[in-house]
């Protein structure tokens, strides 16, 4: 046997290639794990940087299920209360300015924070929709005291401002939508969103990419938003759109918009119930929000509707023609008030 070499076991395993394969798995495991970890700090830090720099501004109010974030400026005795609805992947302050300021030169105005959004929080991410968020607001509106008010509401408060008025009448005194949601439409709303909303994968992520990665396409993402308009300067700075990038707010969006189709179609059937009268604001080359798939067939449906569509106007009424906003809601209040005034 002089001079052959015999392979033992010991040689088998150092010659193959398994362990080799192991060891990168292993690195990129924990290379991985790593960067996870990393980024996981990363968006502590970030929460706690956005949270300081767009604190709350009002009040909260406990209801059942969630804690809202209110706020109320203008005058308290200049009559019939304006309450301000936001849309999604936005907050109170989005409606704030400028409509909201110019309103409060003459009118209480009370804008919220959707459960789950901006500074309002929300026991269950689930609690997503339309009809669950109406009994909350309406709720909150009870405890401050607002029996009845004007509801000013943008994009996907459309379908929760169709709802206040269906499900709590007596809450509504007018509605003035701008570019609303309320009908269901083809396709869906992002694939991100969906995974955002999938269980253990959506707060994976949400923990540790999202706000870093928020950070570099928020911009962008506005500036898309209000096409053909301009975006103002500063707008994500002034609307606190960053707010949106912590966890557990943009999960809550997430399930807000996945959710939204089958809660529009499941309340469509009901929109000619709605007596209050409704004025409807969208602009036709809208892409966000299709007016002829959402305002028209809305605007068809309820018996006291008014409709205005304006050419070369996008998704962001509020912004591109606050004035012409005032003024159509001061309009309604005008007919309103003598209304009312007649029937006490």
């Given amino acids: 046997m002089e001079g052959r070499w015999i392979e033992t076991a010991a040689d088998r395993t150092r010659n193959s290639p398994v362990p080799s394969i192991s060891r990168i798995l292993s690195m990129i495991v924990m290379s991985v794990v790593t960067a996870l970890v990393l980024l996981a700090l990363v968006t502590q830090a970030g929460i706690l940087a956005v949270q300081r720099a767009f604190p709350p501004q009002g009040s909260m ?27 999604a992947s936005s907050n109170l302050e989005a409606m704030r300015r400028p409509l909201g300021d ?12 959707r459960p789950g959004h901006g500074w309002s929080t929300r026991a269950r991410r689930q609690d997503s929709t339309p009809q669950i968020q109406a009994r909350m607001i309406d709720d909150a509106l009870h405890k401050l005291g607002i029996e009845r008010a004007v ?21 509504v005194a007018g509605l003035v939508m701008l570019a609303p949601v309320t009908h269901p439409w083809r396709g869906g709303v992002g694939r991100y969103n969906e995974i955002m909303a999938t269980p253990v994968i959506g707060p994976l992520l949400a923990y540790t990419i999202t706000l870093p990665l928020g950070y570099f396409v928020a911009e962008s993402g506005a500036r898309n938003v209000f096409l053909p308009q301009m975006m103002p300067d500063g707008f994500v700075r002034d609307s606190a759109t960053p707010l949106l990038l912590r966890p557990r707010e943009f999960i809550a969006n997430a399930y807000d918009l996945v959710t939204l189709k089958e809660a529009v179609a499941a309340q469509v059937a009901r929109y000619g119930e709605i007596k209050a009268p409704v004025t409807i604001i969208a602009g036709e080359p809208d892409k966000t929000v299709r007016t002829s798939i959402h305002a028209r067939p809305f605007a068809a449906m309820v018996p006291n509707a008014k409709l205005i569509v304006l050419p070369d106007l996008g998704h962001m009424v509020q912004n591109a023609v606050p004035d012409r906003v005032k003024a159509e809601i001061e309009t309604m209040i005008g007919t309103i008030t003598p209304a009312q005034a007649a029937a006490d």
Wanted: proline content about 5%.
């Fill in 61 to 87: 109010v406990e209801v059942d299920g969630a804690t809202l974030h209110v706020v109320d400026i203008g005058p308290r005795d200049a009559g019939l209360p304006i309450v301000m609805l936001h849309g």
């Fill in 102 to 113: 110019l309103l409060a030169k003459n009118h209480r105005v009370i804008l919220v924070d």
């Fill in 151 to 171: 509801f000013v509401v943008h994009s996907w408060s459309g379908a929760l401002g169709a709802r206040i008025a269906i499900d709590h009448p007596a809450r």
